[in-house]
């Protein structure tokens, strides 16, 4: 072999091939593909927890709404920020904006009713129904919880 053929085989060798670089990106597509939905379970499972932990946080300040007002439950969730006509003894908190929507962003949805209120989260669809991270999550006292929806 000759000098000058000697060096133009490692001119040549200095890099991967194209054959190598594809197997590379395959084999770290298949990883991704294995590994994305365990992600983005975990991002959807994390949500609900925030979300519940929310909607327990709400519950309080209802229970504390109805002992400070004679057992009345308010109309809506703005309690939480502005402070009430209809119940001199309440105090808000600007503070409890961050209460306001569930770990999706969305506001949360809250009705009284005569026989206790029902509070709760869209879910990830921001639809009513759904299952998985898509269901409606109530809260523990909501009426529509205790009735086993």
């Known amino acids: 072999m000759t000098k000058s053929s000697t060096q133009n ?4 060798n200095k890099g991967f091939s194209l054959a190598e670089i594809m197997i590379v990106l395959v ?3 298949g990883i991704m593909a294995l590994i994305l939905p365990k992600i983005v379970e975990g991002q959807d499972n994390a949500n609900i927890r925030n979300t519940r932990i929310k909607l327990g946080e709400i519950e309080n300040k ?5 002992a400070d007002c004679g ?3 308010p109309s809506d969730l703005n ?3 502005e402070d009430s006509t209809s119940c001199r003894n309440w105090t808000s908190n600007k503070a409890s904006q961050n209460l306001m929507k569930d770990a999706w962003g969305s506001d949360f949805q809250y009705e009284a009713l005569d026989n206790g209120y029902n509070l709760y989260s869209l ?3 921001k639809k009513d129904g759904g299952s998985g991270p898509d269901k409606d999550i109530y ?5 529509a919880n205790q009735e086993g929806e």
């Open 123 to 125: 879910g990830k669809n």
């Open 139 to 143: 809260s523990e006292s909501s009426v």
């Open 62 to 66: 209802l229970n504390q709404y109805q």
């Open 27 to 29: 084999i770290i597509g």
């Open 9 to 12: 085989r490692r001119l040549n």
């Open 79 to 81: 309690f939480l920020v």
């Open 71 to 73: 057992g009345k439950l």
